[in-house]
C-alpha cells in the first residue's frame, strides 16, 4: 500500500489553476522534507517544489517561482501544491514524495535519489 497519495489533477485550460494534494498521513516515518515532481512523456523527472518538515521552509524551480505555492496542514498530514497561471508546458504526472534522511542540510532537495518513498502521481494537462 503506498504510503503517499497524491490526487488533484485533472484538465485545465491555459491561465487556469488547479490545486494537488499530498496526502501523507499514513506515512509513518519522520522525514525531512516532501518533495514535488513531475514527469512529462518522453521526459526525465523533474523537481517542483519541496517543503521541510521541521521549519516548513519552501523551496521552488526556477520554471514555477511566482506560479506554484507548496503548502502544508500538519493536522491532516497533507502537502498542498497550488498550481496558478498553468501552462502547457506544465502538462505531466505530479508526484510527491518524502525524504526520510533526517540529517540537516541547506537549500532545496531537489534530486530524485534524495527521496525515499514515492506516491502513484495524478496527471495534470493544460490544454485548451
Known amino acids: 500500500q503506498l504510503q503517499l497519495a497524491e490526487s488533484g489533477g485533472d484538465l485545465v485550460h491555459p491561465g487556469g489553476s488547479l490545486r494537488l494534494s499530498c496526502d501523507a498521513s499514513r506515512f509513518t516515518r519522520e522525514y525531512y522534507a516532501i518533495g514535488w515532481f513531475r514527469q512529462a512523456p518522453g521526459k526525465e523527472r523533474e523537481w517542483v517544489s519541496c517543503i521541510n518538515s521541521e521549519d516548513g521552509d519552501t523551496y521552488y524551480a526556477d520554471f514555477v517561482k511566482g506560479r506554484f505555492t507548496t503548502s502544508r496542514d500538519v493536522t491532516k498530514k497533507t502537502v498542498y501544491l497550488q498550481m496558478n497561471s498553468l501552462k502547457p508546458e506544465d502538462t505531466a504526472i505530479y508526484f510527491c514524495?518524502?525524504?526520510?534522511?533526517?540529517?540537516?542540510?541547506?537549500?532545496?532537495?531537489?534530486?530524485?535519489?534524495?527521496?525515499?518513498?514515492w506516491g502513484q502521481g495524478t496527471q495534470v494537462t493544460v490544454s485548451s
Open positions: 514524495a518524502a525524504d526520510i534522511d533526517l540529517l540537516p542540510r541547506a537549500g532545496a532537495t531537489d534530486l530524485p535519489n534524495e527521496y525515499d518513498y
